[in-house]
Nanobody, 125 residues
Framework: QAQLVESGGGLVQAGGSLRLSCAASGLTFGFYAMGWFRRAPGKEREFVAGINRGGTSTYYADSVKGRFTISRDNAKNTMGLQMNSVKPEDTAVYYC??????????????????WGQGTQVTVSS
């Protein structure tokens, strides 16, 4: 059974950095497109970043482009999200997502097959 577990969330000051990790088990990691989504209070879950199966292509929401970097290590079955220059509007629960057949660029959350439980990121001003 596929399982995704996020870690690394916490409280950070605006302008600071934070690194999130997602550990995958129960699936052949290299066969899956991976992504990060987030849900801010009172808002819908939204796409943040995606990375293709080989780790050679990445995709970002305009709101995080140039500040966040997604990465993956297929040998360790892990994915990361380096968050730099964070802003209060980055405050949200961040979710790891995986999909066997779709593209890593898909923005529609309903297109992703597997989800983690989420990790809270709070950015103070």
């Amino acid at each position: 059974q596929a399982q995704l577990v996020e870690s690394g969330g916490g409280l950070v000051q605006a302008g600071g950095s934070l690194r999130l990790s997602c550990a995958a088990s129960g699936l052949t990691f290299g066969f899956y497109a991976m992504g990060w989504f987030r849900r801010a209070p009172g808002k819908e879950r939204e796409f943040v970043a995606g990375i293709n199966r080989g780790g050679t292509s990445t995709y970002y929401a305009d709101s995080v482009k140039g500040r966040f970097t997604i990465s993956r290590d297929n040998a360790k079955n892990t994915m990361g999200l380096q968050m730099n220059s964070v802003k209060p509007e980055d405050t949200a629960v961040y979710y790891c997502a995986a999909d066997r057949y779709g593209s890593a660029s898909q923005r529609n959350r309903n297109s992703w097959g597997y989800w983690g439980q989420g990790t809270q990121v709070t950015v103070s001003s």
